[in-house]
């Protein structure tokens, strides 16, 4: 099956959600392409205009159709606003658009007033329904996008939870972890993944270690944290490897976030049997597990008081298994081999 992904970005530099999923993706279609914003040439008004984004997925989508003769898709796979420009007629072929959350819930639950707040709720949102529009079939990463496509767009989908690497992301002896890592044997460590902004809650972050100054946080962000908070620091990790020594080095988990469309940090971190203490977003809302904490307040005393709990307790919880089996990459695969299966007959 000659499959194409139509994506914001291929920069190896971009590790964020959508990138992640891209990478799972392509163990699912070994031969598939990826045009990206890299792909096409960059045109000068895409950089300056408050269209950027969607002039960027139109970019993306007018290379594809120019170059439909060569490419030949049996599936177009479009990752949120990167299909609004293009059709099933234009692709000659099925589209599956991926949901990671949509701008609008974003926006309304995650940015504050002002242009930004703007130009994701009206703008971004207003390209991203119609991508979603355009396609064969929407694909929702959990439940609460689901709920949220059909809340702001009225458009239905099929969930396929995203998938987790869980034999990078593995229960490891913390004691060792600490030691490749360099890190104090005694010391109580939090640890943060997430970019350093209001949207992951990293003003919460600060506010909990404030008040928890005995508890050493790292913090591994892109960019690199600069936090004056004097017990938080700032670490880069480049592989999932060192990510995985880090959760398991790390006594909880502190995931603030503000708004989640799936969320991979929670699980990840559960993947290692590592403590959790999630605000109640994305995929955390269909989880009840020994070892996840949710805090649906944004106060740092009630955040406390959740690490507190998860301190408190004998032993580090064993939620590998159930990772495992809701998010294991086989079962994403099959769901969605199946699934391409389906609308392309193949």
């Not at 992301?169 to 004691?175: E, V």
């Not at 032993?315 to 099959?334: D, I, W």
Request: aromatic content about 10%.
């Amino acid at each position: 099956m000659n499959v194409i992904l139509l994506t914001a970005t291929t920069d190896p530099k971009v590790k964020a959600g959508v990138e992640t999923y891209n990478e799972y993706l392509k163990k699912v279609f070994p031969g598939m392409k990826i045009i990206s914003y890299e792909t096409v040439k960059p045109g000068a008004l895409e950089w300056f205009s408050p269209l950027k984004e969607p002039m960027k997925a139109g970019a993306v989508c007018s290379f594809l159709k120019e170059n439909i003769g060569t490419l030949k898709p049996d599936l177009v796979i479009t990752n949120g606003m990167f299909g609004w420009n293009l059709k099933e007629r234009d692709a000659g072929c099925p589209i599956i658009n991926i949901s990671h959350g949509t701008f609008a819930g974003l926006a309304d639950n995650a940015i504050k007033p002002g242009p930004e707040f703007c130009r994701t709720r009206f703008i971004y949102a207003f390209f991203e329904k119609m991508s979603a529009g355009n396609a064969s079939l929407v694909v929702s990463n959990s439940g609460l996008t689901k709920e949220l496509n059909k809340k702001y767009y009225g458009i239905g989908s099929e969930v396929i939870l995203n998938p987790v690497d869980t034999k990078t992301f593995k229960a490891r002896d913390m004691k060792k972890a600490r030691e490749k890592l360099g890190l104090d044997p005694e010391k109580t460590i939090g640890l943060f993944v997430g970019r350093p902004e209001y949207q992951k809650g990293f003003d919460l972050l600060e506010k909990i270690a404030g008040l928890r100054p005995e508890i050493g946080f790292i913090s591994i962000t892109f960019p690199k944290t600069k936090s004056t908070v004097k017990n938080i620091t700032g670490v880069s990790v480049s592989e999932r490897e060192e990510l995985a020594l880090y959760y398991a080095a790390a006594d909880f988990v502190v995931f603030p976030s503000r708004f989640e469309g799936f969320g991979f940090v929670p699980i990840e971190a559960l993947s290692c049997n590592t403590p959790v203490i999630s605000g109640n977003v994305g995929v955390v809302r269909e989880i009840r597990a020994d070892g996840l904490e949710k805090v649906s307040s944004m106060e740092a005393g009630e955040w406390c008081g959740a690490i507190d709990r998860v301190l408190g307790k004998k032993s580090r919880p064993s939620t590998a298994a159930l990772v495992a089996e809701k998010f294991g990459f086989g079962k994403f695969r099959r769901k969605f081999l199946a699934l391409a299966g389906r609308i392309t007959k193949n």
